[in-house]
Structures are given as structure tokens and as C-alpha cells.
Nanobody, 125 residues
Framework: DVQLVESGGGSVQPGDSLRLSCTAP????????ITWFRQAPGKEREGVAA????????YYSDSVKGRFTISQDNAVNTVYLQMNSLNPEDTAVYYC???????????????????WGQGTQVTVS
């Protein structure tokens, strides 16, 4: 399987912005869904945003809707997560994951994904 690689995490103050990148060669051009998940200490992994690479349809969790934007750049095989108005509750390790768009299950169901990146830490304090 092709490796996904996240970058762009860091430590910021409440109200700041960050942009995460997920390099996903082999997935962007196909009929896949690429999803950003996050996991805070002691909590379950949460799907926050997804993009269907063929249709460019996007989906968001209620906790980030209106603040985060997911997008893709086919030229560089990268999916971005623009995060604005960050607050301490956004602190987590952020992962990107990919699966075939036709696979069963909801986009936010982490158990449906087999291809994951290594994660990038986002700290808001």
C-alpha cells in the first residue's frame, strides 16, 4: 500500500489557524475518499473532514463545520485541511486515511480505513 504522509502540525494559540497537508500519491487521481481524523488523549479517533477525490464532495463533523476546510490539489497529490479559529478542544494528533469510495461504511468510521499516515500533533493552548 502507498504511504500517506501528514505534515503541518504545531503549537498555536486559541483563535489561530493551521494548514495540514496529506500527501497521498495514488489516491488523489482515483475514486477514493480521503479523510482527516483526530485523536485526543483518552478519546476515540474522530472523523473531522472528508473529500471524495472524484466528485470533490466534502463532509465535516459538527465540531469543525464552518471552521475547517478540506481541499485537494491533484497536481501535487495532496489533500489539505485548513483549520481556522482553533480552540483547545482541537488539540489532538491528526491523521489522514484513504479508502476506495465504493467501500461500505460511513466516511467517519475509522474501522473502514486500512491506509493511514503516521499523524501530526496539533496543540492549541
Amino acid at each position: 500500500d502507498v504511504q500517506l504522509v501528514e505534515s503541518g502540525g504545531g503549537s498555536v494559540q486559541p483563535g489561530d489557524s493551521l494548514r495540514l497537508s496529506c500527501t497521498a500519491p495514488g489516491y488523489i487521481a482515483g475514486t477514493n475518499v480521503i479523510t482527516w481524523f483526530r485523536q485526543a488523549p483518552g478519546k476515540e479517533r474522530e472523523g473531522v473532514a472528508a473529500i471524495y477525490t472524484r466528485s470533490h464532495n466534502t463532509y465535516y463533523s459538527d465540531s469543525v463545520k464552518g471552521r475547517f476546510t478540506i481541499s485537494q490539489d491533484n497536481a501535487v497529490n495532496t489533500v489539505y485541511l485548513q483549520m481556522n479559529s482553533l480552540n483547545p478542544e482541537d488539540t489532538a494528533v491528526y491523521y489522514c486515511a484513504a479508502k476506495f469510495a465504493g467501500d461500505a461504511g460511513n466516511w467517519y468510521d475509522a474501522t473502514r480505513y486500512k491506509n493511514w499516515g503516521q499523524g501530526t500533533q496539533v496543540t492549541v493552548s
